[in-house]
């Protein structure tokens, strides 16, 4: 009864960390995927993972409040794995709002109901296209792997507070706005050249009306570089990802 005791116990920590991962990543934590859906792959996956577990050093707390503390622990250790990896996300919405500012479409947003909020156009866009892209390549299972590789530096209930972890999301931060900043660079200088020929055709020929001309010409432009750099947009994404990935393994080592 005691051995039951403890498994059960070390299976609710287990769940508890994986209920973080399916609140806070991206896609599966979204408001569109059904919580029961998130409950059972919670569950799922803590029936698989307790099992291949080193037995705990020192028995886990009997009492409620000690023993919530841990579970909230865990919890917060699936959490910060999912926000880690959201900041993709959170890049890719940056980069769209330079790109909407350049090209004017800056005064229009669309609702996006996977992270309930407004995005802009081309954020929207490129958003879709990162998810499709994250599917395909298997991220979502990446996602659920690098939680797992969680237990080989923190175990069940063993995570500290350090200055480690709070550097490692910082730079997480840091690199979410340079990321951005390299998503819009295509669009930003094809907007500075268009705008500099705008300005000394209008030195030129004053008689043109550029308020006029001046928007369809960069909306016209900005579409133009977005549709022809798709392969150079899929590439960027996928050397995104895999920096994110690597600052996840870089944020579960700070952990332990």
């Not at 993709?88 to 669309?110: C, E, K, L, P, S």
């Not at 609702?111 to 298997?138: D, K």
């Not at 690098?146 to 507070?161: D, N, Q």
Request: hydrophobic fraction near 60%.
């Amino acid at each position: 009864m005691i051995a039951e005791a403890e498994i059960f116990k070390l299976f609710l920590l287990v769940l508890a960390r994986f209920s973080g991962l399916m609140v806070s990543a991206p896609i599966i934590g979204s408001a569109n995927f059904p919580n029961t859906a998130k409950i059972g792959l919670s569950a799922l996956a803590a029936m698989i993972i307790t099992p291949t577990l080193p037995a705990l050093a020192t028995p886990l707390p009997t009492e409620a409040t000690p023993f919530a503390v841990l579970a909230a622990s865990d919890f917060l250790v699936g959490l910060l794995i999912g926000f880690a990896l959201s900041l993709v996300f959170a890049a890719i919405q940056v980069g769209g709002q330079i790109m909407d500012m350049q090209t004017g479409f800056g005064m229009m947003n669309v609702f996006n109901p996977a992270l309930e909020t407004q995005f802009p156009i081309f954020g929207f866009f490129l958003f879709i296209l990162s998810v499709m892209y994250m599917l395909m390549t298997g991220g979502h299972r990446l996602m659920i792997r690098a939680l797992v590789s969680t237990y080989e530096h923190v175990p069940p209930g063993g995570l500290t507070a350090n200055a480690d972890i709070f550097w490692q999301i910082a730079l997480m931060g840091r690199v979410m706005f340079v990321d951005g900043l390299m998503i819009a660079a295509p669009v930003a200088t094809a907007m500075l050249l268009a705008y500099l020929t705008m300005g000394l055709l209008g030195r030129v020929v004053p008689q043109i009306q550029l308020f006029v001309v001046g928007f369809p010409i960069t909306i016209a432009t900005g579409l133009f570089v977005v549709a022809f750099g798709i392969g150079v947009y899929v590439a960027l994404l996928d050397e995104i990802f895999f920096q994110a990935f690597d600052d996840v393994d870089r944020l579960i080592k700070a952990m332990g």
